[in-house]
């Protein structure tokens, strides 16, 4: 798939057909996230892949928006080392991520972690130093739905000076 296009058509998906997403695919999919851009290169991340039904269960189960988890056929947790820019060099990951999974045909979602009163509890579910941020927890799954929100228009966005 073409990058722009890849960027202009990938959509939030939170319902996944049940069947595993292989692993050589999600490995490729998280070489995009690290290959983002980072503050000073510091690359101050850490990506844990959760593909047991227990462990997704109780992600979901620890989350507010993000119960659909439990059905993904993985879950990408980005972490981030507590640096001066981590939610940014973390989100650029995430970012890469999404549009990584798109490219493949997996849809995903961006869940929120940081600034979440459940994201130290999973950065310790996960088996990782309280010093890692959370910054996201991307769910991945072969999509069981096509959505269309609507976007704003590029002249609703847009300022010229």
């Given at each position: ?44 991340w ?15 189960d620890?989350?507010?928006y ?6 993904a ?18 989100s ?15 849809g ?39 959505p ?14």
């Amino acid at each position: 798939m073409e990058a722009i296009e890849c960027m202009k058509t990938r959509r939030s998906i939170r319902r996944y057909e049940d069947r595993p997403v292989p692993k050589n695919i999600i490995e490729d999919i998280v070489d995009c996230g690290r290959l983002a851009a980072s503050a000073i290169n510091i690359q101050p991340w850490k990506f844990v892949v959760v593909q047991d039904r227990e462990t997704l269960k109780r992600i979901a189960d620890a989350t507010d928006y993000g119960k659909f988890i439990a059905q993904a056929g993985a879950c990408i947790a980005v972490l981030c080392e507590d640096v001066k820019y981590y939610l940014e060099d973390g989100s650029a990951a995430t970012q890469n991520i999404l549009n990584a999974a798109h490219a493949h045909g997996i849809g995903a979602c961006w869940v929120a972690g940081d600034k979440k009163p459940y994201a130290a509890r999973i950065v310790e579910m996960l088996g990782m130093p309280p010093t890692y941020k959370l910054v996201s927890l991307v769910s991945l799954g072969y999509p069981a739905e096509k959505p269309s929100p609507s976007k704003k228009t590029l002249s609703e966005v847009i300022v010229w000076k």
